[in-house]
């Protein structure tokens, strides 16, 4: 398996072929539409790829890659993750790939862990910590490299005490 460069984040996949010249059914797993934008690197499988037209189509996105030109190339890609380099963050955007690793602490400096991953919840994301702990996104109220401060309701990482 070729080798994925470094700090690339899943942007999407690549689903069927559309038509006969190479065109591609895209979803996209962020709500960035730019990624979709002609111009956009993406990797797919072993290398680079450049977006050279999309529209949208059925809330999904229809693609055509440089070098991508006929159908049958296009349908070995089909069921591909689309790795890209992150986005620089909008103002106090706080992006999942940041979280993970981060030491959480609250207002007073208290340590309650460190985020292992980021949990999808119809409310709000949940921050799990490396204890089992989950925070709700919604309590996190600062964040710089490598650290999340949370201010969390009473009880809600310390069993009630």
Known sequence: MPDVP??????????RPHGVRGDLMVTLTTDRTERVDPGTEWWLVDR?????AS???????????????????????TGARILATPLAADGDDLWVHEMIGAEV??????????VTAVEANPAHDLLV????????VVFVTG????RIVVDPPAGLLDGGD
């Open 105 to 114: 602490v609250g207002p007073d400096g208290r340590a309650y862990g460190t």
């Open 6 to 15: 470094d700090g690339l984040l899943e942007v999407g996949r690549i689903g």
């Open 143 to 146: 964040h710089s490299p490598g």
């Open 48 to 52: 680079w790829f450049t977006v050279t």
């Open 129 to 136: 910590l490396d204890g089992g702990g989950l925070i709700p």
């Open 55 to 77: 529209s949208a189509h059925q809330g999904r996105h229809r693609v055509h890659l440089e070098g991508i030109d006929d159908r049958d190339v296009a349908a070995t890609l």
